[in-house]
Protein backbone atom coordinates (compact mmCIF):
# COMPACT_ATOMS: atom_id res chain seq x y z
CA UNK A 1 0.00 0.00 0.00
CA UNK A 2 1.64 3.33 -0.44
CA UNK A 3 -0.12 5.39 1.88
CA UNK A 4 -0.51 2.76 4.78
CA UNK A 5 2.46 0.78 6.21
CA UNK A 6 1.22 -2.54 8.53
CA UNK A 7 3.11 -4.01 11.02
CA UNK A 8 1.60 -7.13 12.72
CA UNK A 9 3.53 -9.11 16.08
CA UNK A 10 2.04 -11.47 18.43
CA UNK A 11 -1.65 -10.57 17.41
CA UNK A 12 -1.24 -6.49 17.09
CA UNK A 13 -1.24 -5.00 14.24
CA UNK A 14 0.14 -1.29 13.78
CA UNK A 15 -1.48 0.56 10.89
CA UNK A 16 0.38 3.85 10.42
CA UNK A 17 -0.98 6.51 7.46
CA UNK A 18 1.95 7.55 5.69
CA UNK A 19 1.39 11.16 4.07
CA UNK A 20 3.92 12.97 6.12
CA UNK A 21 4.79 15.50 3.61
CA UNK A 22 0.37 16.89 3.94
CA UNK A 23 0.81 16.35 7.53
CA UNK A 24 -0.90 12.17 7.26
CA UNK A 25 -4.09 14.51 5.12
CA UNK A 26 -7.08 11.97 4.12
CA UNK A 27 -7.33 11.54 0.12
CA UNK A 28 -9.41 9.43 -1.53
CA UNK A 29 -6.34 7.21 -1.91
CA UNK A 30 -5.64 6.87 1.37
CA UNK A 31 -9.53 6.30 2.30
CA UNK A 32 -9.30 3.35 -0.32
CA UNK A 33 -6.34 1.39 1.59
CA UNK A 34 -7.82 2.36 4.94
CA UNK A 35 -11.15 0.77 4.01
CA UNK A 36 -8.96 -2.52 2.63
CA UNK A 37 -6.78 -2.68 5.00
CA UNK A 38 -9.31 -3.12 7.62
CA UNK A 39 -10.87 -5.19 5.72
CA UNK A 40 -8.55 -7.69 5.90
CA UNK A 41 -7.20 -7.45 9.24
CA UNK A 42 -11.09 -8.02 10.38
CA UNK A 43 -10.52 -11.71 8.54
CA UNK A 44 -6.65 -12.23 9.55
CA UNK A 45 -6.84 -14.57 11.91
CA UNK A 46 -3.13 -13.84 13.77
CA UNK A 47 -4.46 -10.10 14.35
CA UNK A 48 -6.38 -9.66 17.89
CA UNK A 49 -6.32 -5.51 17.78
CA UNK A 50 -5.27 -2.75 16.46
CA UNK A 51 -3.49 0.60 16.86
CA UNK A 52 -3.87 3.40 14.23
CA UNK A 53 -1.42 6.25 14.34
CA UNK A 54 0.00 8.51 11.92
CA UNK A 55 3.50 8.55 10.48
CA UNK A 56 6.08 11.56 11.88
CA UNK A 57 5.48 13.68 15.26
CA UNK A 58 3.40 16.66 14.01
CA UNK A 59 -0.16 15.13 13.28
CA UNK A 60 -2.19 12.12 13.37
CA UNK A 61 -4.03 13.08 10.86
CA UNK A 62 -4.41 16.95 10.00
CA UNK A 63 -7.66 16.89 7.50
CA UNK A 64 -9.05 15.72 4.83
CA UNK A 65 -7.35 16.86 1.24
CA UNK A 66 -8.59 20.27 0.47
CA UNK A 67 -7.58 20.48 -3.02
CA UNK A 68 -10.15 17.70 -3.46
CA UNK A 69 -13.06 18.83 -1.61
CA UNK A 70 -12.85 22.32 -3.05
CA UNK A 71 -13.48 20.66 -6.57
CA UNK A 72 -16.56 18.71 -5.56
CA UNK A 73 -20.41 19.99 -6.19
CA UNK A 74 -23.70 19.21 -4.50
CA UNK A 75 -23.86 15.72 -5.95
CA UNK A 76 -19.74 15.10 -5.71
CA UNK A 77 -20.21 16.44 -2.21
CA UNK A 78 -22.67 13.78 -0.51
CA UNK A 79 -20.98 11.14 -2.32
CA UNK A 80 -17.33 11.78 -0.95
CA UNK A 81 -19.48 12.30 2.26
CA UNK A 82 -21.21 8.99 2.35
CA UNK A 83 -17.90 7.63 1.26
CA UNK A 84 -15.98 8.59 4.48
CA UNK A 85 -18.68 7.78 6.37
CA UNK A 86 -19.06 4.03 5.01
CA UNK A 87 -14.62 3.60 5.35
CA UNK A 88 -15.31 5.19 9.34
CA UNK A 89 -18.61 2.79 9.91
CA UNK A 90 -16.39 -0.26 9.01
CA UNK A 91 -13.51 0.75 11.69
CA UNK A 92 -16.33 1.75 14.12
CA UNK A 93 -17.98 -1.84 13.64
CA UNK A 94 -14.82 -3.89 13.38
CA UNK A 95 -14.87 -6.82 16.07
CA UNK A 96 -11.73 -6.54 17.27
CA UNK A 97 -10.56 -3.73 19.05
CA UNK A 98 -9.38 -0.54 17.51
CA UNK A 99 -6.63 2.12 19.45
CA UNK A 100 -6.05 5.35 17.70
CA UNK A 101 -2.62 6.95 19.22
CA UNK A 102 -3.29 10.30 18.20
CA UNK A 103 0.09 11.98 17.68
CA UNK A 104 -0.22 15.09 17.07
CA UNK A 105 -3.02 17.03 15.16
CA UNK A 106 -6.22 15.37 14.60
CA UNK A 107 -8.12 18.10 12.58
CA UNK A 108 -11.46 17.65 10.40
CA UNK A 109 -11.56 14.09 8.93
CA UNK A 110 -8.62 13.78 11.45
CA UNK A 111 -10.54 14.09 14.10
CA UNK A 112 -13.35 11.94 13.11
CA UNK A 113 -10.83 9.02 12.06
CA UNK A 114 -10.05 9.07 15.53
CA UNK A 115 -13.55 9.18 16.39
CA UNK A 116 -14.23 6.21 14.63
CA UNK A 117 -11.95 4.47 16.62
CA UNK A 118 -12.74 2.36 19.61
CA UNK A 119 -10.33 4.32 22.02
CA UNK A 120 -8.52 7.43 21.37
CA UNK A 121 -5.10 8.04 23.07
CA UNK A 122 -2.86 10.31 22.80
CA UNK A 123 0.25 12.60 23.27
CA UNK A 124 0.34 15.85 25.37
CA UNK A 125 0.88 17.64 22.07
CA UNK A 126 -2.16 16.08 20.48
CA UNK A 127 -4.89 18.67 19.32
CA UNK A 128 -8.45 17.59 18.23
CA UNK A 129 -10.43 20.19 16.56
CA UNK A 130 -13.75 19.81 13.70
CA UNK A 131 -12.59 23.13 11.67
CA UNK A 132 -14.81 22.57 8.68
CA UNK A 133 -17.45 25.59 9.34
CA UNK A 134 -13.97 28.12 8.89
CA UNK A 135 -14.27 26.07 5.33
CA UNK A 136 -17.68 26.69 4.37
CA UNK A 137 -18.84 23.54 5.13
CA UNK A 138 -19.46 21.30 8.62
CA UNK A 139 -18.18 17.73 9.16
CA UNK A 140 -19.01 15.10 6.50
CA UNK A 141 -17.18 11.95 7.96
CA UNK A 142 -19.53 11.59 10.97
CA UNK A 143 -18.30 13.99 13.45
CA UNK A 144 -21.86 15.54 13.80
CA UNK A 145 -22.96 12.13 14.73
CA UNK A 146 -19.82 10.97 16.81
CA UNK A 147 -19.01 13.50 18.72
CA UNK A 148 -22.06 14.62 20.61
CA UNK A 149 -22.35 11.09 21.67
CA UNK A 150 -19.04 10.66 23.06
CA UNK A 151 -18.80 14.01 25.01
CA UNK A 152 -22.17 15.35 24.75
CA UNK A 153 -24.46 17.98 22.56
CA UNK A 154 -23.31 21.09 24.64
CA UNK A 155 -19.30 20.47 24.29
CA UNK A 156 -19.52 18.82 20.65
CA UNK A 157 -21.66 21.96 19.60
CA UNK A 158 -18.93 24.22 20.66
CA UNK A 159 -16.10 22.45 18.94
CA UNK A 160 -18.34 22.37 15.79
CA UNK A 161 -19.53 25.76 15.97
CA UNK A 162 -16.40 27.43 17.04
CA UNK A 163 -14.01 25.30 14.77
CA UNK A 164 -11.32 25.63 17.52
CA UNK A 165 -8.47 23.49 18.56
CA UNK A 166 -8.56 21.26 21.85
CA UNK A 167 -5.19 20.63 23.44
CA UNK A 168 -5.04 17.09 24.47
CA UNK A 169 -5.20 18.14 28.61
CA UNK A 170 -8.80 19.17 27.67
CA UNK A 171 -9.71 16.20 25.65
CA UNK A 172 -8.84 13.63 28.79
CA UNK A 173 -11.34 16.25 30.70
CA UNK A 174 -13.84 16.20 28.39
CA UNK A 175 -14.07 12.57 27.90
CA UNK A 176 -12.25 12.92 23.89
CA UNK A 177 -9.90 10.44 24.91
CA UNK A 178 -9.34 8.74 27.69
CA UNK A 179 -5.18 8.46 28.14
CA UNK A 180 -2.96 11.17 27.85
CA UNK A 181 1.23 10.47 27.29
CA UNK A 182 4.58 12.22 26.73
CA UNK A 183 5.28 11.91 22.89
CA UNK A 184 8.33 9.80 23.15
CA UNK A 185 5.79 7.26 25.37
CA UNK A 186 2.74 7.58 23.19
CA UNK A 187 3.26 4.15 20.94
CA UNK A 188 4.81 1.85 24.32
CA UNK A 189 1.72 3.85 26.02
CA UNK A 190 -0.67 2.28 23.48
CA UNK A 191 0.68 -1.01 23.10
CA UNK A 192 1.01 -1.52 26.81
CA UNK A 193 -3.05 -0.93 26.59
CA UNK A 194 -3.46 -2.99 23.43
CA UNK A 195 -1.38 -6.03 25.24
CA UNK A 196 -3.76 -5.85 28.46
CA UNK A 197 -6.32 -5.77 26.17
CA UNK A 198 -5.34 -9.00 24.33
CA UNK A 199 -5.15 -10.87 27.51
CA UNK A 200 -8.64 -10.57 27.97
CA UNK A 201 -10.84 -13.49 26.71
CA UNK A 202 -11.34 -12.89 22.91
CA UNK A 203 -15.26 -14.04 22.82
CA UNK A 204 -15.54 -11.48 25.65
CA UNK A 205 -13.76 -8.73 23.72
CA UNK A 206 -16.44 -9.25 20.38
CA UNK A 207 -19.21 -9.01 22.42
CA UNK A 208 -18.49 -6.44 24.69
CA UNK A 209 -17.62 -4.19 21.45
CA UNK A 210 -20.91 -5.42 20.12
CA UNK A 211 -22.93 -4.74 23.39
CA UNK A 212 -21.80 -0.87 23.72
CA UNK A 213 -21.42 -0.07 19.61
CA UNK A 214 -25.15 -1.69 18.69
CA UNK A 215 -26.74 -1.09 22.63
CA UNK A 216 -26.20 2.37 22.76
CA UNK A 217 -28.08 3.13 19.57
CA UNK A 218 -31.05 1.31 21.20
CA UNK A 219 -33.61 2.38 24.18
CA UNK A 220 -32.14 1.55 27.09
CA UNK A 221 -34.38 -1.50 28.23
CA UNK A 222 -33.69 -3.15 24.91
CA UNK A 223 -29.79 -2.35 25.45
CA UNK A 224 -30.09 -3.97 28.54
CA UNK A 225 -32.01 -7.28 26.90
CA UNK A 226 -29.27 -7.47 24.13
CA UNK A 227 -26.54 -7.53 27.30
CA UNK A 228 -28.60 -10.30 28.93
CA UNK A 229 -28.16 -12.00 26.02
CA UNK A 230 -24.73 -11.87 24.88
CA UNK A 231 -23.78 -12.42 28.48
CA UNK A 232 -26.00 -16.17 28.07
CA UNK A 233 -24.13 -16.58 25.18
CA UNK A 234 -20.53 -16.30 26.83
CA UNK A 235 -21.89 -18.65 29.69
CA UNK A 236 -21.12 -21.60 26.97
CA UNK A 237 -18.01 -20.87 26.47
CA UNK A 238 -15.12 -22.45 27.21
CA UNK A 239 -12.81 -19.44 27.77
CA UNK A 240 -15.45 -18.29 30.49
CA UNK A 241 -15.00 -22.20 32.11
CA UNK A 242 -10.80 -20.87 31.73
CA UNK A 243 -11.31 -17.30 32.74
CA UNK A 244 -13.33 -17.89 35.84
CA UNK A 245 -11.17 -21.13 36.50
CA UNK A 246 -7.79 -19.52 36.34
CA UNK A 247 -9.40 -16.69 38.67
CA UNK A 248 -10.50 -19.12 41.53
CA UNK A 249 -6.90 -21.41 40.93
CA UNK A 250 -4.76 -17.93 41.04
CA UNK A 251 -3.39 -18.33 37.55
CA UNK A 252 -3.14 -16.44 34.24
CA UNK A 253 -5.96 -17.39 31.84
CA UNK A 254 -4.94 -19.32 29.00
CA UNK A 255 -8.11 -18.05 26.67
CA UNK A 256 -8.58 -19.96 22.95
CA UNK A 257 -11.49 -17.90 21.51
CA UNK A 258 -13.84 -21.13 22.45
Known amino acids: MAFLAIDIADRLAWVTIQRPEKLNALNNDVLKELEQAFADLEQDERVGAVILTGAGEKAFVAGADIAELKSLDTASARVQALRGQAVFQRIESMPKPVIA ?149 KRAAQFKGL
Open 101 to 249: AVNGFALGGGCELALACHIRVASENAKFGLPEVSLGIIPGYGGTQRLPRLVGKGVALDLILSGEMLPAADALRAGLVSRVFPLADLKAGAEKLARTILSRGPLALRSALAAVNEGIEMPQDQGLQYEAALFGLLAATQDMQEGMGAFLE
